[in-house]
T-cell receptor, first 114, second 112 residues
Framework: DVKVTQSSRYLVKRTGEKVFLECVQD?????MFWYRQDPGLGLRLIYF???????EKGDIPEGYSVSREKKERFSLILESASTNQTSMYLC?????????????FGPGTRLLVL | GQQVMQIPQYQHVQEGEDFTTYCNSS?????IQWYKQRPGGHPVFLIQ?????EVKKQKRLTFQFGEAKKNSSLHITATQTTDVGTYFC????????????FGTGTQLKVEL
């Protein structure tokens, strides 16, 4: 059974703070993703990684960075949190290969920036 | 702007009524996946469609992929309270690389 875990379910931070969101998967998946979910906008892709130390920008990368030092771990970093980054953040992983396969999501982190 | 739209954004139905959500892309999709997110939960994979015009069924759920591979639908027959949640479509856009673009989602509420 695939398991994707995220470091926190709820997080409250102040404007300007540096925020780290951690995601770990236990299925040796090559691909990992960070999304944010906002009402009426669905899931929007922030960054993704298809291998260790590799990263690619998604649709809304501004204000975020990522790190993938180990295959199982993908971190999302908010260098200087702002109130418009208040959102639900979802991590996902997926096996590699040419065809698109099922994505497995973590439980999400609800971030509030004051 | 948003490339994959879903309508409606919200739907309230009485238990036993049918429900349909539509997914429309501005560009051709190489595949379409559907996910369900229960309230307070995370998206869970339901199904994937790949072929033009493909139709798949899972019990009371029927999924269709349009002939032009630019739209899809999910139809639930005789809704139950367990169907409550948000339904998302997601697809790989032609020329969009190896990533999925998610739709805006349809939130379904089922009342007794």
């Amino acid at each position: 059974d695939v398991k994707v875990t995220q470091s926190s379910r709820y997080l409250v931070k102040r404007t300007g703070e540096k925020v780290f969101l951690e995601c770990v998967q236990d299925m040796d998946h090559e691909n990992m993703f960070w999304y944010r979910q906002d009402p009426g906008l669905g899931l929007r892709l922030i960054y993704f990684s298809y291998d260790v130390k590799m990263k690619e920008k998604g649709d809304i990368p501004e204000g975020y960075s990522v790190s993938r030092e180990k295959k199982e771990r993908f971190s999302l970093i908010l260098e200087s949190a702002s109130t418009n980054q208040t959102s639900m953040y979802l991590c996902a992983s997926r096996p590699g290969g040419g065809t698109i396969k099922t994505q497995y999501f973590g439980p999400g982190t609800r971030l509030l920036v004051l | 702007g948003q490339q994959v739209m879903q309508i409606p954004q919200y739907q309230h139905v009485q238990e036993g009524e049918d429900f349909t959500t539509y997914c429309n892309s501005s560009t051709t999709l190489s595949n379409i996946q559907w996910y369900k997110q229960r309230p307070g939960g995370h998206p869970v994979f339901l199904i994937q469609l790949v072929k033009s015009g493909e139709v798949k069924k899972q019990k009371r759920l029927t999924f269709q992929f349009g002939e032009a591979k630019k739209n899809s639908s999910l139809h639930i027959t005789a809704t139950q309270t367990t169907d409550v949640g948000t339904y998302f479509c997601a697809g790989r856009l032609t020329g969009g690389g190896n990533k999925l673009t998610f739709g805006t989602g349809t939130q379904l509420k089922v009342e007794l």
